[in-house]
């Protein structure tokens, strides 16, 4: 079965930089657009990034363009968000998934952005 292991999180100042670890393993990761999701207190659950699973094919969420990079090792089943230049409305738990909507997501990885 789909297990997804997320990790790397912690707390940042303004500015700062992070990146985010997501161990995949149960099925063919190597076949699997993945996804960056998170949700930030009271709030809902939002989509952050995709990877194809070539790792060509990206998009990002706009309020994170030019900051996140998504990415992959398909013979480690590793799936990374490297973050830089945080902001506050960054905070949020992060999830990796196998849909948009957080399919299969695991615990999530808290990242806070406070000075």
């Known amino acids: 079965q789909v297990q997804l292991v997320e990790s790397g999180g912690g707390l940042v100042q303004p500015g700062g930089s992070l990146r985010l670890f997501c161990a995949a393993s149960?099925?063919?990761?190597?076949?699997?657009?993945m996804y960056w999701v998170r949700q930030a207190p009271g709030k809902g659950l939002e989509w952050v990034a995709t990877l194809g699973y070539r790792g060509i094919d990206i998009t990002y969420k706009d309020s994170v363009k030019g900051r996140f990079t998504i990415s992959r090792d398909n013979a480690k089943n590793m799936l990374y968000l490297q973050m830089s230049s945080l902001k506050a409305e960054d905070t949020a738990v992060y999830y990796c998934?196998?849909?948009?909507?957080?399919?299969?997501r695991g615990q999530g990885t808290q990242v806070t952005v406070s000075s």
């Open positions: 149960g099925w063919p990761f190597e076949k699997s657009w």
């Open positions: 998934a196998t849909s948009p909507s957080g399919g299969n």
